[in-house]
C-alpha cells in the first residue's frame, strides 16, 4: 500500500518539506488500519529535528540514516572494540564504494546520543546511535609483501528510538534502502512498519 507520494521539482533539496510529509503519512497510516507499532525508516536527508518532532507528535517511532558529521563521527571512533557484535545479513548488503555484496558485518550502539546539541534545549533529542561497520574493501589488506598494520573500516549509523534490541534494529534499518530506488518521495507501508524513502 502506497501511503503517500510527492513529486517535486528537481533541483528541490529531498529534506524540503520533510517534516510536513511525514506528519501526513503517518496520518495516512493510521486511517488506513494501521495498528501496530509505526517506525519511520529513512536516509539521512531526512535526519532533521523537524522530522523526528513529527514522528514524535504522531505516537511513532523513528529510524534515520545520520551520515558521518563531525558530532557523530566523534561518538562513533569512541566506541571500545568489544562493544562491537558480529550480523549475518539473510540477503547480502552492497558495498557503497565497490559494489561488492557484503553478508557480514560488525553492529554497536551508543545508547544515549544526543543529536542536534547546537539548538535550542528543546529541539535536542536523546536516543539510540547504532553503527555498522564493514571493512573497506576499497583498501587492500596487503600491499607488496606489506599486510595492514590494523583494520580500514566504513561506518554505516542511524539515529533510532525503536525498541527493538540493536541487532534486530540493524536489519530492519538496512531493509528500507530495498524502497530507495525513486527519485519521488513516497512511503511503503508493512503494518507494523513503515518506511519513508527519498
Not at 531526512?46 to 505516537?59: E, K, L, Q, W
Not at 554505516?156 to 540493536?166: K, L, N
Request: net charge positive; with cysteine; glycine share 6%.
Amino acid at each position: 500500500m502506497i501511503a503517500g507520494v510527492r513529486m517535486r521539482r528537481g533541483k528541490a533539496a529531498d529534506s524540503r518539506g520533510a517534516p510536513k510529509f511525514v506528519s501526513e503519512a503517518l496520518a495516512t497510516t493510521v486511517e488506513a488500519g494501521c495498528t501496530g507499532t509505526r517506525i519511520l525508516r529513512a536516509d539521512s536527508q531526512f535526519y532533521n529535528a523537524g522530522v523526528i518532532a513529527a514522528c514524535r507528535r504522531a505516537g511513532a517511532h523513528f529510524s534515520i540514516t545520520t551520515g558521518m558529521n563531525p558530532s557523530v563521527k566523534r561518538a562513533v571512533l569512541g566506541i571500545p572494540d568489544q562493544a562491537w557484535q558480529q550480523i549475518t545479513y539473510p540477503t547480502a548488503v552492497p558495498d557503497p564504494g565497490t559494489g561488492e555484496l557484503i553478508s557480514d558485518a560488525e553492529v554497536a550502539e551508543i545508547p544515549a546520543y544526543t543529536a542536534f546539541a547546537s539548538r535550542k534545549k528543546s529541539e535536542r533529542v536523546t536516543a539510540r546511535l547504532i553503527v555498522r561497520r564493514v571493512r573497506d574493501l576499497a583498501k587492500p589488506t596487503v600491499v607488496g609483501e606489506q599486510g595492514e598494520l590494523f583494520p580500514v573500516w566504513r561506518y554505516h549509523p542511524f539515529f533510532t528510538d525503536q525498541p527493538a534490541e540493536t541487532l534486530q534494529a540493524e536489519r530492519e534499518h538496512r531493509h528500507h534502502a530495498v524502497i530507495e530506488k525513486s527519485e519521488s518521495w513516497y512511503v511503503d507501508v508493512r503494518c507494523p512498519y513503515f518506511s519513508l524513502a527519498a
